[in-house]
């Protein structure tokens, strides 16, 4: 898409014109991101992802920003951004990352937001801040319910509907208050009115890839469902999706987690960094929604809303989950997480077919 004809759609989508609150993104100069920034100096560098760098920066008014900055100019980058703007320009909500704008100059491309002072989810669980334990049980409990939140209002109240299709630790970022939003929509994609689902280049990362998107690209919201289990799992556990056994082979968080639940294993199941101080009932419902969102066979999978139910602990769907199939039976029935090998080899990894998995 040329960023001229993207422009005038993020105009045509902005707040007024569709009878929603109005948005307050706009746009910035390129200068100004300079300013703020430092000049991107590397002392501002927040991280990198697959489609640039993060800084911090300050505007003149005090407010801190995070400037995502395209690595380099191509048309599939220029896709990317235009979705990223696209989507954040048109949704507003508690739980996703809010948009302050962007920038369009030349060859530089740059999307504003609101900077998280507590960072992504992902520096907590297993990266910079980790050591540090902020991360206590009410604290899980408010992320899970957060993000779940962020992620029903793109499925089931944007217009049209959105699937993120990344859904996943590092891109859970947290406020000050550490309330989970949710960022990153340079995969998402819209469903149009009456589809079950799009078929489509699989995007996102290894690990919280749902089996039918990966292998026949069939993007759903029930792919950001699977993908959103397996980030439950990683933040009851601390585990990371897929563990390094040895130089070539991992284990998934499901193949771990299953026969842990259905023993009631909660001890072991709950992460070591929480030094035993949790709500065992509330572990225990994090790990097995984490575990039905995370089925193999989509139409097995809750829909998000549902999850939100679990999560809040409605008494009947929670009595349904202590008798679900998956956790009653220790035969090989219909658990849609043993049929997978236990281990996956790295030469096995679907990297070279898929395009733009990430690692
Ligand atoms: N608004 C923000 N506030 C604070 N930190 C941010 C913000 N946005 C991104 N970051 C940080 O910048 C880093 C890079 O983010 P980015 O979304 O580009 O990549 P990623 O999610 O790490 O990787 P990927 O490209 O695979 O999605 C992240 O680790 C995140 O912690």
Redesign the pocket.
């Known amino acids: 898409m040329d960023f001229r004809s993207m422009f005038c759609c993020v105009k045509s989508l902005d707040g007024k014109k569709q009878g929603k609150k109005e948005s307050t993104w706009r746009i910035f100069s390129l200068k100004e991101l300079q300013l703020s920034t430092n000049n991107f100096n590397y002392d501002n560098k927040?991280?990198?992802?697959?489609?640039?760098?993060?800084y911090?920066g300050q505007l003149w008014d005090g407010s801190q920003i995070?400037v995502?900055r395209l690595k380099s100019w191509s048309n599939k980058a220029e896709m990317e951004f235009s979705v990223e703007v696209e989507t954040l320009a048109r949704v507003r909500h508690k739980n996703l990352?809010t948009l302050r704008g962007y920038c369009a100059e030349g060859q530089e491309r740059l999307i504003v937001?609101?900077?998280?002072?507590n960072?992504?989810l992902?520096?907590h669980l297993h990266g910079q801040h980790s050591a540090e334990c902020h991360l206590d049980w009410t604290r899980r409990m408010n992320i899970a319910i957060g993000a779940a939140e962020g992620i029903a209002y793109l499925h089931h109240h944007a217009t049209p509907h959105i699937i993120h299709r990344?859904i996943?630790a590092?891109?859970v970022?947290l406020d000050g208050d550490f309330k989970a939003q949710v960022?990153?929509f340079?995969f998402a994609k819209f469903i149009p009115e009456g589809a079950t689902h799009v078929t489509t280049r699989v995007k996102g990362?290894l690990g919280y890839l749902a089996p039918e998107y990966a292998m026949l690209g069939k993007a759903s919201e029930s792919c950001d469902v699977y993908s959103f289990g397996i980030l439950l799992l990683e933040l009851a556990s601390g585990k990371k999706p897929l563990e390094k056994i040895s130089s070539t082979l991992r284990r998934s968080i499901t193949d771990w987690a299953l026969p842990l639940a259905r023993e009631r294993k909660f001890d072991e199941l709950a992460d070591q960094k929480l030094n035993g101080k949790y709500v065992e009932e509330e572990l225990k419902r994090v790990v097995f929604v984490g575990l039905i969102c995370s089925h193999n066979q989509p139409e097995k999978r809750p829909t998000i809303l549902e999850v939100l139910e679990m999560l809040k602990g409605d008494k009947e769907k929670c009595a349904a989950l202590e008798n679900h199939e998956m956790f009653v039976s220790t035969t090989v029935v219909d658990s849609g997480v043993e049929d997978s090998s236990e281990f996956i080899s790295d030469e096995k990894e679907p990297k070279q077919e898929i395009e733009n998995v990430?690692m």
């Open positions: 927040l991280g990198e992802g697959g489609f640039g760098s993060v911090w995070a995502k990352l937001y609101d900077y998280m002072t960072l992504s992902l520096s990344d996943k590092s891109n970022l960022a990153d340079g990362t990430k």
